[in-house]
């Protein structure tokens, strides 16, 4: 599954990601990070049944961890299939097929919200 793991000010000097993966024996696969000397916001993926241990850990860090289960959503009837979503998508949601219908990979999606800015015609949302 996909998570978001934020760290606070307070905790942005401590290395909380690498102790908590030594201290758990549980990989993340960092996808996205923007850290600077004030905030931190990670995206990993994490085996689901492993989420709960990273999570604890993370948490008893000072880290806020939430998942991430609300990938977008395309409604067809509004998608004219323009495109402009395929060039801001930082995941590689979108793509054209061989007939320049838009593909989406909803499995990649990370929430970030980009795409539903740049859609003309409304027609992306996150999930419910
Ligand atoms: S919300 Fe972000 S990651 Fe998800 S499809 Fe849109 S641009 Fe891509
Ligand atoms: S930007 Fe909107 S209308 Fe254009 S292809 Fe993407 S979902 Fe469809």
Redesign the pocket.
């Known amino acids: 599954m996909k998570i978001k793991i934020s760290i606070p000010t307070e905790r942005i000097h401590n290395p909380i990601i690498s102790e908590s993966i030594i201290d758990t024996g549980i990989m993340l696969n960092i996808m996205v990070a923007n850290i600077d000397s004030t905030y931190g916001e990670l995206i990993a993926d994490v085996n689901d049944s492993r989420f709960n241990g990273i999570k604890k850990a993370l948490e008893s860090r000072g880290a806020i961890v939430a998942i991430l289960d609300r990938p977008i959503h395309?409604d067809e009837e509004?998608?004219?299939?323009?495109?402009?979503?395929?060039s801001v998508c930082p995941m590689n949601v979108?793509s054209f097929d061989e007939t320049w219908s838009?593909c989406v990979d909803e499995k990649k999606c990370i929430q970030c919200g980009m795409?539903i800015k740049?859609?003309?015609?409304?027609?992306?949302k996150l999930g419910e």
């Open positions: 395309r509004e998608c004219v299939d323009c495109g402009a979503c395929i979108y838009l795409c740049m859609c003309p015609h409304g027609a992306l």
